[in-house]
């Protein structure tokens, strides 16, 4: 069965802290990883991850996929209380190429 | 960028009473639509796929006559919940594929409560 695992469930920081986040999967026909952050709404697309070793960055957003592993991470440097968000990790793939999401990281960045 | 236009944002209905919720591409043909629902602090949970001119298919546990799927051209996607009752009461959100298969499009999503 094709699934997506994210780590930790939660996680609550101080403003300034790094913080990494964690998702490993098991999926058939792995096309695409990607992240999204979700407030209080429709999920927010932050990286889409295809290819091994090749780190996308936006800001102090960075993401890194390893196919052999089969895991990402998603850091986020110097955090801000407005990184405060359920982050969600999903993969593109399966025998029908759906996308599958993980079970999410609650982040609460305190001041 | 690809767009999908998602409605209404919320509503609130009756016990017994059906709702449909319309998600449309509007600017690129989207072939396939998946469906999620999403409870509090919970992950997205998807509950079908739907292709372009064929029948839907459903995620394990997901009723297929309860929630009805249409994809009737390449730019409208609806979800009908029917005869809701308080437990169908969630967060609904649809999402397109992009052609090349890579990229997915999310609506804004639809608050179901249903009283």
């Known amino acids: 069965e094709d699934k997506v695992v994210q780590s930790p469930l939660s996680l609550v920081v101080h403003e300034g802290d790094t913080v990494t986040l964690n998702c490993s999967y098991e999926?058939?026909?792995?096309?695409?990883l990607l992240w999204y952050k979700q407030e209080k709404k429709a999920p927010t697309f932050l990286f889409m991850l295809?290819?091994?070793?090749i780190e996308k960055k936006s800001g102090r957003l960075s993401s890194i996929l390893d196919k052999k592993e089969l895991f990402s991470i998603l850091n986020i440097t110097a955090t801000q209380t407005g990184d405060s968000a359920i982050y969600l990790c999903?993969?593109?793939?399966?025998?029908?190429?759906?996308?599958?999401f993980g079970t999410g990281t609650l982040l609460a960045v305190q001041p | 960028g690809a767009v999908v236009s998602q409605h209404p944002s919320w509503v609130i209905c009756k016990s017994g009473t059906s709702v449909k919720i319309e998600c449309r591409s509007l600017?690129?043909?989207?072939?396939?639509m998946f469906w999620y629902r999403q409870f509090p602090k919970q992950s997205l949970m998807l509950m079908a796929t739907?292709?372009?001119?064929?029948?839907?298919?459903?995620e394990q546990g997901v009723e297929k006559d309860k929630f009805l799927i249409n994809h009737a051209s390449l730019t409208l996607s609806t979800l009908t919940v029917t005869s809701a009752h308080p437990e169908d009461s969630s967060f609904y959100i649809c999402?397109?594929?992009?052609?090349?298969?890579?990229?997915?499009?999310f609506g804004s999503g639809t608050r179901l409560t249903v009283v």
């Open positions: 999903a993969v593109g793939g399966g025998a029908t190429n759906k996308l599958i």
């Open positions: 295809t290819s091994s070793g």
């Open positions: 739907s292709n372009e001119g064929s029948k839907a298919t459903y």
């Open positions: 999926v058939t026909n792995f096309r695409s």
């Open positions: 600017d690129f043909q989207a072939t396939t």
């Open positions: 999402s397109a594929r992009s052609a090349d298969g890579y990229g997915y499009t």
